[in-house]
């Protein structure tokens, strides 16, 4: 019985995913407006600062947010084989009625990419160094293997967040609780995601190193420019 839920589930994924591959497309286009301004104008934030730091372009996540309310209001109705889904006026319902609290979300998701990266960035670092003390080795092994723990736990826990958020009148406190229940919970759909989101990337990669091998630097951000703002977020917001 479960190997047939499986597979009507793995049939109703790919049907639904092929009949509304345009309205995706489309979804993808209406996020890619704030996108493509809110990053360039962090961008030029940075390079007017001169800090050369990752930590002001991710800023980007934290205005960003309300709009991938609208993504994820459209996708989660996609993916459940909703007929009918008017893109554009259900990617507006999405921010109207979420936007104060995808912006709270924006604002944690921001802080717990930058912990990750530079935790998992920092102990990388040190663990390379020469000469480091056996026992000091160890302990800067164990710190890593933790940062990358608590990375994959945030990961999950906002796998459940968007959607969660859209889809049922719940208080913060309780979305992140349920969604932390869910991400140990429902450990074997969250690695299921995990490996579609890695199709995804793996996709994207093969493209982007087929396109770089022509040496081409302007090629090659016109094609990530183009992966980012036709299909990548939509996409990965369905595969959740």
Not at 29 to 55: C, E, H, Q, R
Not at 149 to 178: E, G, H, Q, R
Request: with cysteine.
């Amino acid at each position: 019985m479960a190997g047939k839920k499986a597979k009507f589930a793995l049939t109703d994924f790919f049907n639904n995913l092929f009949n509304n591959f345009g309205k995706l497309v489309f979804t993808n286009l209406l996020f890619a407006v704030p996108l493509a301004v809110l990053v360039t104008a962090f961008y030029f934030l940075d390079s007017a600062l001169k800090l050369n730091g990752y930590f002001i372009l991710m800023l980007s996540i934290i205005p960003l947010s309300p709009f991938f309310a609208g993504v994820t209001l459209v996708t989660s109705r996609l993916a459940r084989g909703k007929e009918n889904v008017d893109v554009f006026k259900t990617f507006i319902e999405g921010i109207k009625n979420n936007w104060k609290r995808f912006l709270i979300h924006g604002v944690i998701t921001y802080f717990a990419v930058i912990f990750s990266y530079f935790s998992i960035r920092l102990y990388s670092a040190l663990i390379s160094q020469p000469n480091a003390d056996s026992f000091f080795l160890v302990m800067l092994y164990v710190c890593l293997i933790i940062s990358i723990i608590i990375a994959v736990a945030f990961l999950f826990i906002f796998f459940y967040v968007p959607s969660m958020t859209v889809t049922f009148d719940l208080s913060l406190k309780n979305i992140y609780k349920n969604s932390a229940l869910m991400s140990f919970g429902e450990l074997k759909h969250n690695i299921i995601a995990t490996f579609g989101l890695f199709v995804i990337v793996l996709f994207c990669a093969t493209i982007l190193i087929f396109v770089g091998n022509t040496d081409s630097s302007i090629a090659l951000i016109i094609t990530t420019a183009i992966l980012m703002f036709v299909l990548v977020p939509a996409l990965a917001s369905y595969v959740i």
